[in-house]
């Protein structure tokens, strides 16, 4: 089968940065050329530029034995120093860290200072359980400030975090505590979320439950943060209030230098099949590229900006631009407990209004949802403080790019749509701001540094104006070390299909406009074969986001004598459009308009109109599920959904 992805949709608008906003920019266009000129010594200067090294390195990257690399390997370096200390012996102590607001509405700032002496006691409480240099920890927490000092207490010490959602099951905790044998587990009584507290402090007891064998064997001890302030059930000898004993922690801790190669953290990615892989991300290599994207790609100014990461610390995006990014740099950002609707549907810009945020980093799951319950929310509040809006998760349609821009940014303020994976620890191919001309729905151009190209099956690049598969092209400092345990998996993974030419295959499909600049077109396993053509959902989904109904879309391919494949589509109608027309007949306009938009060869066999569509956790859409719907099959394994009802739900609809 070919590997080639058709191309279908047409998008030639285009935004040039404004000269005031290229004036102040951290990015220009001599970084794209000093990376071009010397790629290695390019990464070699950030990361002494941007970071403290206790011992400098002398090597930058390693691939003798590839997949493995190694990046600034004779280095010694401290993560937490480079979040913490630094800034405070630089004088910064006084600047706010962390702005936290709790879904009650409880706020605690958090000053440089102060973030570092918490971390210092914690370090010191971690010691006092015996945890220390290569012991792994889970942090099963909500998304409170505990969470972050957890995570740099555990850098601190040269421990290894694991932190596991706090949406997760008890199964989901129990398999991944013990997959990486952690002896510690870090949770709370609960959070606040959607109006009432969440538990998580039961979900740690049953993971830990004596089934024979597992975590139970492992896990020394549990210390509880108290939040939720429910009664929990208590295992004499094991579990600790962290208050009890990180408040009687020395204050003192001296943050000691480890190497570069020194495994940061361990984060579980779910697969399409099998059990999670444990992807293992580094600390010299991984903070020098966190660090980067957040001072150029997100153009942090850390004595001004706010930034605001809405992405829970339980993903890879909390880890890299709430916690070591943005810290690392020295910014000041915001974390918010709980759900964008609780208590009213203007949570998020109620925020951004009160504590003035200027950089906003969301997904695009979220854009479509406000879009869904319209602009008179956003519009209730002031945004004016934005001044930079960033897109991750998925790609993001032209059109939710375009409301974006226009409702939350005033028609003014540049967007980042930033590709990256968990894999790849930060971003890898975006626009940046002040320098890349955007185009709505497109990531664009690689960060300097980075090398990606499209290609075809046998790994030979496809031309402009073609679509294939996105690879990495070569090492670069925050790729994943391995999966936890497995080194084959990580070879056979992500190295194997182009193994002779050393690429990392991403899984994604992409393509190449006439200016070679790159659009992301969706998950390959969710190309559908129509006809004899290979189409993305994504065009075709961003087509139906292009009328004016339509909030969201998913697009899948369904079994069909006569094509192979059919498309078939469920949609998520905009309130503001129900208030005034009838449903009666849309389905069959929205055919039409896409058979106009991108040609008759797209337009669906069938349109659904729904009014949920399943995501995982993290925000993406699960096509597998609505492909068992379309294909009349019994739907299959729901246990990562956010809401497991909505299959049910759909499928009524459907009928
Ligand atoms: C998708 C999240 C298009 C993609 C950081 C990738 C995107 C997967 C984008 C990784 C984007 C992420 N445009 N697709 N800007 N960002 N993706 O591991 O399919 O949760 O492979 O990391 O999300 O998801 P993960």
């Known amino acids: 089968m070919s590997s080639q992805i058709d191309h279908l949709l047409e998008e030639n608008r285009e935004f040039t940065p404004s000269p005031e906003f290229a004036a102040n920019a951290n990015g220009t266009a001599e970084l794209y050329e000093r990376a071009a000129a010397d790629r290695e010594g390019f990464w070699a200067e950030q990361a002494r530029e941007l970071l403290h090294w206790h011992k400098p390195f002398t090597q930058t990257l390693d691939w003798s034995n590839p997949p493995f690399a190694k990046w600034f390997d004779d280095g010694e370096i ?35 200072a102060e973030l570092t002496a918490e971390v210092k006691k914690a370090a010191n409480a971690l010691e006092s359980l015996g945890i220390g240099h290569g012991d792994r920890v889970a942090i099963y927490m909500p998304m409170i400030p505990e969470a972050a000092i957890a995570m740099l207490a555990c850098a601190r010490v040269g421990a290894i975090h694991s932190v596991v959602f706090g949406g997760f099951s008890a199964d989901s905790l129990r398999s991944r505590v013990d997959d ?6 870090i949770t709370a009584d609960g959070g606040y979320r959607k109006g009432r507290v969440s538990a998580l402090k039961p979900a740690v007891d049953m993971a830990l439950a004596d089934r024979g064998h597992g975590p139970q064997e492992t896990v020394e001890h549990v210390l509880v943060v108290k939040r939720g302030g429910n009664d929990v059930e208590w295992t004499e000898g094991r579990d600790l209030w962290w208050h009890d004993v990180v408040e009687a922690a020395p204050a003192e801790h001296e943050a000691k230098a480890f190497p570069a190669e020194n495994p940061l953290y361990i984060l579980y990615t779910s697969g399409t099949t099998g059990k999670p892989k444990g992807v293992v991300h580094s600390s010299g290599g991984y903070l020098t590229q966190a660090v980067f994207t957040n001072k150029y790609t997100l153009d942090i100014h850390p004595e001004t900006d706010i930034f605001w990461c809405t992405a829970d610390i339980g993903w890879v995006t909390g880890h890299t631009y709430v916690v070591y990014g943005p810290l690392a740099l020295g910014a000041t950002v915001m974390m918010y407990e709980g ?10 810009w109620e925020l951004i209004q009160k504590y003035g945020i200027t950089i906003l980093y969301t997904a695009p799951t979220a854009i479509r949802s406000f879009m869904k319950s319209g602009r008179q929310i956003p519009q209730q509040f002031d945004l004016s403080s934005l001044r930079l809006l960033g897109s991750v998760g998925e790609p993001i349609n032209p059109e939710a790019w375009m409301w974006y821009r226009e409702v939350i ?22 626009p940046m701001p002040g320098v890349t001309a955007t185009k709505p729905g497109a990531a664009q151009v690689p960060v300097p540094g980075i090398t990606v190209d499209v290609v075809d099956e046998n790994g030979e690049p496809v031309d402009n104006g073609n679509g294939g598969l996105l690879v990495v092209t070569s090492p670069w400092p925050s790729m994943l070390r ?15 299909k182009f193994a002779d030419k050393g690429y990392y295959f991403a899984g994604d499909g992409a393509r190449k406009d006439e200016d070679g600049e790159i659009w992301l077109l969706g998950r390959v396993d969710d190309v559908m074969n129509v006809a004899g053509h290979r189409l993305s959902t994504t065009e075709i989904e961003s087509a139906l986001v292009a009328h004016e109904s339509v909030a969201e879309a998913a697009v899948v391919g369904a079994v069909d004598e006569m094509t192979g494949k059919a498309v078939v589509a469920f949609v998520i109608i905009k309130e503001s459009y129900l ?23 797209a337009r669906p066999r069938d349109i659904y109109i729904v009014s949920e569509l399943p995501k995982t956790r993290s ?9 068992d719907v379309a294909d009349g099959h019994e739907v299959g394994d729901t246990t990562t959904l956010a809401d497991t009802a909505v299959m049910s739900i759909i499928s009524a609809q459907v009928k």
Not at 339 to 348: A, Q, V, Y
Not at 415 to 428: L, N, R, S, Y
Not at 489 to 495: A, D, G, L
């Open 579 to 601: 208030s005034q027309h009838a449903p009666e007949g849309l389905a069959g306009q929205l055919r039409l308009w896409v058979g106009e938009q991108i040609g008759p060869i």
């Open 180 to 185: 990486a044998a952690a002896r510690l587990v």
């Open 619 to 627: 925000g993406k859409i699960m096509r597998r599920l609505l492909r």
């Open 78 to 112: 401290s993560v937490a120093y480079n979040c913490l200390d630094r800034h405070v012996e630089a004088g910064n102590g006084d600047r706010t860290a962390i702005i936290f607001e709790g879904e009650p509405g409880d706020e605690r700032r958090i000053s440089y």
């Open 339 to 348: 759900t964008p609707d609780t208590p009213h549907p203007g949570r998020f």
């Open 409 to 430: 940014g005033a028609d003014k303020t540049p967007i980042v749509d930033t590709w990256w994976q968990t894999e790849t620890g930060a971003t890898m191919i975006s």
């Open 482 to 496: 391995g999966v936890w345990g497995d080194p084959e998996r990580f070879k056979e993974t992500y190295w194997a």
